[in-house]
């Protein structure tokens, strides 16, 4: 055989195996490493992440968040929104089923809307919708809301509530036992830190999706078993793993990497109700003395960003922007004298113990900060008391990792507020408070822009946050795992579209 | 003998009493509670949504209302439910239970056995080179924390047998290969450090017995020196090592914890360890309760023992 047409025979064999490799096969389940146990599957109160992964393969909402973090349909088939921008009226997809055969309705969303407006239900939730004022199911396939006030991220919060049948819920069933909705999979199993077992659902309405046939989550909380487990393929995907993970596996035969830009990012909270951080000056003194590249190479092995408060690329300024942002000691110093601490402070910072990363950055922000005559007394919580301590604002500075949300006014408004639900350092700013409310009831996207500009300029450097990174979102996979797409928002969507190559 | 029984069968309720008052004050001086954990970090919640959901779960009473609503549930037999799955913690119990005592019961007979020989070996061979490598080898096992030791031997299988799985847990009955592969790594590195610890003891043990005079009378009365080892020293020679098995027992259990975490292995340690992280508050009294009450049973065993190993010591 001479040498071209053993080229050509090459080639084409090669073709063959591209195309082959390119067609999704059904079957199989996908081996999960998950590093958590949920604490309850009800989507409308468990929406920690290791409740989050799992619930969203069994629900979906109206909408849902793409990998541009833009909302698109999804139980409703289109929307309208009326010129004054109170009123939404959704045409709800025909033809969809909940896992129990039932066919799904308006009044099935309306009914899940309300119970997250429910105070009784105690839904983390609900705030993000409050100004919504009424919500009607007009007919099986049209629902209509009203809101008290313009809002613009509407479509995007309406992703984030998941749609129960009104029957089910009725019929006094245990939502946070027995999950069930309309999603690619449904509730099979839960053996408390073992794993959860999901099945394909044959009704999906997206025709021939998902691929596989189950998911199963094994519970997996130490590091070493699960990158183990995964070298040698006893897991086959590990959602959102640590930074320093991702550098050990990025070696590994037969493992892939799937990145995309963290939403979440690391950050120093400060009291702004205690001394000394009660004076802005002391605050920004801090951000001085913080050297965000360093911690990008240190802890995040380069794979990061330096972060203001907005992490979202289209929304987010740029760092040149915030002059606190070249890190200066002296200056820094210069400030807290300024302040009136000539001599340096000493304080405490709590750290949360269950994310590695934010361990890991805590300690280089503490070497940083010490040449700047901030004396930090870090001590490490366990997770539990972390979130009691942080709830009761009984710190002085914490350390910490946050989500974030795919529009502005999901992370700023909730935080920065003045009486905000996740404002812990009792911050008060009158500034901030009239853009944020400007912000949220403006819908022209164009018109949002400058006030989200002036918004990140009032805290970057004086607010009581000193945003530190945002991370690479790293999942880790092995080779034969096809089709899936990481989001940002740490969703795993995708996974119905995720196939197993033979 | 019956008297003995009886008095100890008493002790037993008193001590499981005070280990339920104990361990239900304790857990709950935890910062933190179920409802906090399920929400994590930075959540929005009302004072009122947490109200809603801490009274779901019976949080809101108070203590002593609660202590008692479940002290009356578990004399009836009904220890209640696991807070997030619903189940039954009796239920929950009874399938972990079997995987941890399997664990522990192997790597315990495994350490006796080559504890013996090991204690015999190194008190015969005094001062030889082979005594200084098993002493190196026993005083590393000990000092070895079986987290690390434990993550060592998967990296090390790892490269060495790829094609080995040694994470995890499956059923004898679905896969006996596989199951009693899985239980190898974990057995070592439980029973490894008790080994260590148990021939040191009964080396040092023996040494005394044999240094005593019976011994001298026995030898020196012609008898076979395996007769003088094995009917006369080794029997004398066990008592302080049975004594500590009792108490090894114990940290067999504090180490099947561990063990389980590190390979994944679904049993009591992986229970109550996620329990506690996650406030499950029913779960971790009835899962403690069991353990004390193994506990409490197994050091009753080993008084028995010594009855049995040593006729002068007489139950009253």
Known sequence: ?502 | MIAFLFKRSLDLLFVLFGVSVLVFLMIRLIPGDAVEIMLGANTEITPEGLAALREKLGLNKPIFVQYWDWLTAALRGDLGQSVWTGRPISEEIVQRLPITLELTVLSLVIAIGLAIPVGVLTAYWRNSSAEYLIRLVSITGVTLPSFWLGTLLIFLVFKLAPGWQTLGYVPFAQDPWGHLSRLVLPVITLSLPMLAGLGRVLRSSLLDVLNQDFIRTARSKGLAERTVLYKHALRNAMIPLVTVIGIQVGYLFGGAIVVEQVFAIPGMGRLILGAISERNYPLIQGAILLVTMTFVLINLLVDLVYAKLDPRVEYA
């Open chain 1, 1 to 502: 055989m001479n040498g071209r047409w053993f080229g050509l025979l090459a080639a084409l064999l090669l073709a063959m195996g591209w195309s082959l490799a390119q067609n999704p096969v059904r079957g199989g389940t996908l081996q999960i490493g998950a590093d958590a146990s949920p604490s309850g599957l009800d989507p409308h109160v468990a929406t920690a992440f290791a409740s989050f992964i799992v619930t969203g393969q069994i629900y979906e909402g109206l909408t849902e968040i793409d990998e541009r973090l833009r909302p698109r349909p999804a139980l409703a088939e289109s929307w309208s929104v009326s010129s004054d921008g109170l009123t939404y009226t959704f045409r709800i997809r025909s033809g969809v089923t909940f896992h129990d055969g039932k066919a799904m309705t308006a009044g099935d969303i309306a009914f899940s809307i309300n119970r997250v407006r429910d105070t009784k239900t105690g839904s983390p939730i609900a705030s993000r919708i409050n100004l919504v004022k009424d919500v009607k199911a007009t007919s099986a396939t049209q629902l209509v809301v009203e809101l008290s006030q313009p809002f613009a991220p509407m479509l995007i919060e309406l992703a984030g509530i998941a749609v129960m049948s009104e029957d089910y819920v009725k019929a006094g069933n245990d939502m946070q036992r027995r999950p069930m909705g309309t999603g690619p999979f449904a509730f099979k199993e839960w053996v408390p830190d073992t794993y959860i077992l999901l099945e394909r659902n044959a009704r999906y309405w997206r025709q021939g999706r998902p691929y596989l046939d189950a998911l199963r989550y094994n519970i997996v909380p130490d590091p070493a078993t699960r990158q183990v487990g995964l070298a040698s393929g006893t897991y086959q995907f590990l959602p959102n793993i640590d930074p320093s993970l991702a550098v050990t596996l990025r070696t590994t035969p037969n493992v892939k990497l799937i990145t995309a830009q963290d939403l979440a990012y690391t950050l120093i909270g400060m009291n702004a109700s205690r001394k000394p951080f009660d004076n802005p000056r002391v605050r920004e003194a801090l951000n001085y003395a913080i050297n965000r590249s360093q911690i990008v190479q240190a802890v995040y092995f380069g794979n990061g960003a330096p972060a203001g408060p907005l992490g979202l690329r289209s929304w987010a300024s740029p760092q040149g922007a915030f002059p606190c942002y070249n890190t200066n000691a002296n200056k820094a110093k210069e400030l807290l004298a300024q302040a009136g601490y000539a001599n340096g402070v000493d304080f405490g910072m709590i750290v949360i113990g269950s994310n590695k990363t934010v361990v890991d950055a805590a300690q280089v922000v503490q070497q940083q900060l010490a040449q700047a005559g901030f004396r930090a007394k870090v001590e490490v919580l366990e997770q539990g008391k972390f979130i009691q301590e942080w709830r009761n604002s009984n710190f002085d500075t914490f350390a910490s990792i946050n989500g974030g949300n795919a529009d502005p006014d999901g992370y700023l408004f909730r935080t920065f507020s003045t009486g905000g639900s996740t404002n812990v350092f009792k911050y008060s700013s009158p500034t901030v408070d009239r853009l944020l409310n400007q912000g949220r009831t403006t819908v022209s996207e164009e018109a949002r822009r400058p006030i989200y500009a002036r918004l990140q300029l009032e805290l970057a450097c004086q607010g009581p946050i000193a945003h530190l990174v945002y991370g690479t979102l790293f999942s880790a996979a092995r080779e034969n795992v096809q089709g899936f797409k990481p989001i940002p928002t740490r969703s795993l969507i995708y996974l119905r579209d995720t196939w197993l190559a033979r």
